[in-house]
């Protein structure tokens, strides 16, 4: 549909979770990207500057424009878009940096003014410099922001050099466009939507654990006065304050995990994934059947791996892990059912959501879910040859009761989680008493992988 000048798109399925994220939320900034990378050195800010117009201009994503209408949410791309000032900002500490970026990350983007994302550029007493990015979860997902930053910075040494500008990134338009003209995509869809929810249903209702087991249900059951309610009412837009907790794995763990994760050709993903499912049983009366969103990426081809955008889509992650099932045999199951829902991750949340809540009878607040997962492959090579420190902030809320974003850092190797927690649900001591669980049984089970699931959790 063309309207003047542009062509107006509907959202494409990975954007529609984004709305529906805000239908249950008060704050849009519930729904942004607030991230940060250091770097070692000093950078050349006006030729920074100029990269950031040339990255408008190669990466799309940072020109979509969204409209409302009588025909529901569109998107556009303007041809042409240039930043005319990026402010700089000098901070003595890192401390001093969170804190401002922690306050920019909780005020919202004006997406329907034209206001997609936010760049800072900073400096850290010490020697660093950075850029800073607050972007909406509708045009970039955590992958886009990597895109982003790589390209920046090839682009940054192309201009400080006069060499010829890197090879152009895939288009995000191109991809709407092909989703959108696919006329077996709803059909696939439906055939694929029915064997997720049959994987997801097929071991009778799962059980809903948090990480403070009936903590909140037992106070709501109260509050209610209904003792038998199992399912608490989780999704109040009016209570979606959060804070975020980063808590650091120990040098020596974290040598141990990678040791494990590289030896026996593992992903750390599975690795930390086993040890908060360990946790979750045992926090709620040693139940291992547990179920809750992981993140995917969605980006299988050469192009979607060169393309921003917002592509990422949640799956219902489900496992029921027998007593006597080995810490390595949970692994291996972990492995192959990421295989399995990897193949079906076009499948989209709306529809998954859609199917939990018939399935289920849940009412709007309810959900079977408990936590969202996300894992960032960090490398001290993902930004290149440069040395750098990512951070994340706090939007200051959020949508579910708790999201948990694991990585390596790559300036120390040393691995970071950072809890986004909804305050009316859980407490920080909570929370960290979930992570140390975590941690616990992770590292019980690689020093002994042949311990049983049955074993690790009543040790930890």
Not at 82 to 96: G, Q, R
Request: charge should be neutral; include cysteine; aromatic fraction near 12%.
């Amino acid at each position: 549909m063309k309207t003047n000048e542009y062509t107006m798109y509907r959202l494409i399925h990975s954007q529609e979770m984004v709305r529906f994220m805000w239908k249950y939320t008060l704050h849009m900034q519930s729904t942004q990207i607030p991230c940060a990378v250091a770097f070692c050195e000093e950078l050349d800010f006006p030729i920074l500057a100029r990269a950031v117009n040339v990255e408008i201009e190669r990466n799309d994503c940072l020109r979509i424009r969204l409209k409302r209408g009588v025909g529901g949410l569109r998107e556009y791309f303007l041809d042409r878009f240039e930043l005319e000032k990026i402010p700089i900002k000098d901070f003595s500490s890192k401390e001093e940096m969170t804190a401002f970026f922690d306050a920019d990350a909780s005020k919202k983007l004006n997406v329907f003014s034209g206001e997609t994302f936010r760049i800072f550029f900073f400096r850290i007493g010490g020697g660093s410099c950075g850029i800073y990015l607050n972007v909406s979860h509708m045009i970039m997902d955590a992958a886009a922001t990597f895109i982003f930053f790589k390209d920046l910075m090839n682009v940054y040494d192309s201009l400080k050099t006069s060499a010829p500008l890197p090879r152009p990134l895939s288009g995000y338009e191109e991809i709407i466009k092909r989703e959108q003209n696919d006329p077996e995509l709803e059909k696939r869809i439906a055939e694929e939507g029915r064997i997720l929810d049959s994987y997801v249903a097929e071991k009778g209702t799962p059980h809903f654990g948090m990480v403070n087991g009936d903590g909140f249900l037992d106070r709501q059951r109260k509050l209610l006065h209904k003792p038998g309610l199992t399912l608490p009412h989780i999704y109040l837009p009016i209570k979606d304050e959060t804070h975020m907790l980063k808590l650091r794995v120990g040098d020596e763990e974290s040598r141990a995990m990678t040791s494990f994760v590289e030896e026996n050709h593992l992903s750390a993903e599975w690795l930390i994934q086993l040890g908060f499912r360990l946790s979750f049983s045992r926090l709620n009366h040693i139940e291992n059947d547990t179920l809750f969103w992981v993140l995917c990426p969605r980006r299988r081809t050469v192009k979607e791996k060169r393309c921003g955008g917002t592509l990422a889509s949640p799956m219902p992650w489900r496992e029921k892990l027998p007593d006597e099932m080995t810490f390595s045999e949970a692994l291996r199951q972990l492995s192959e059912t990421q295989a399995f829902l990897f193949r079906y991750s076009d499948v989209p949340f709306t529809t998954v959501r859609s199917n939990e809540q018939k399935r289920y009878r849940l009412s709007l607040i309810q959900s079977m879910n408990c936590m969202m997962f996300s894992y960032l492959p960090l490398s001290p090579d993902s930004l290149g040859k440069r040395r750098y420190e990512f951070f994340g902030f706090n939007f200051g809320h959020y949508v579910m009761p708790l999201y948990t974003v694991t990585l390596k850092d790559p300036s120390t190797g040393n691995y970071v989680f950072s809890y986004i927690h909804r305050l009316w649900l859980s407490t920080d001591e909570e929370v960290e008493r979930f992570h140390k669980t975590a941690v616990n049984a992770i590292l019980r089970g690689i020093e002994d992988p042949n311990k049983t699931v049955g074993e690790i959790i009543k040790e930890i």
